[in-house]
């Protein structure tokens, strides 16, 4: 079947720029990961994802490491994994 439906979306510049880096390193156009969601969508007869609201409980983490709260700083990756007995 040939590709000839256009798809046209506004989206933020910068989070454009950010996916589209990502995609490339993942070897992947814009094109191709719509044409993966469509697909996925399609086999599974909705978002191939979860999408809801956050818990109480997780939003108010979420909340509390946006501020810093609870957030602990390491100096290398040595030191996290270390604190963590690894």
Same mark, same amino acid.
């Given at each position: 079947?040939?590709?000839?439906?256009?798809?046209?979306?506004?989206?933020? $510049?910068?989070?454009? #720029?950010?996916?589209?880096?990502?995609? *490339?390193?993942? /070897?992947?156009? =814009?094109?191709?990961?719509?044409?993966?969601?469509?697909?996925?969508?399609?086999?599974?007869?909705?978002?191939?994802?979860?999408?809801?609201? $956050?818990?109480?409980? #997780?939003?108010?983490?979420?909340?509390? *490491?946006?501020? /810093?709260?609870? =957030?602990?700083?390491?100096?290398?990756?040595?030191?996290?994994?270390?604190?963590?007995?690894?």
């Amino acid at each position: 079947m040939s590709k000839t439906a256009n798809i046209r979306a506004r989206i933020e $510049p910068g989070l454009k #720029t950010e996916v589209e880096n990502i995609l *490339s390193d993942l /070897g992947l156009t =814009v094109s191709e990961t719509v044409h993966l969601l469509y697909r996925q969508i399609k086999l599974q007869r909705g978002l191939p994802f979860d999408v809801r609201l $956050p818990s109480e409980l #997780t939003a108010r983490t979420l909340n509390a *490491s946006k501020k /810093g709260k609870g =957030v602990r700083h390491f100096g290398s990756r040595k030191d996290f994994y270390a604190d963590l007995g690894l």
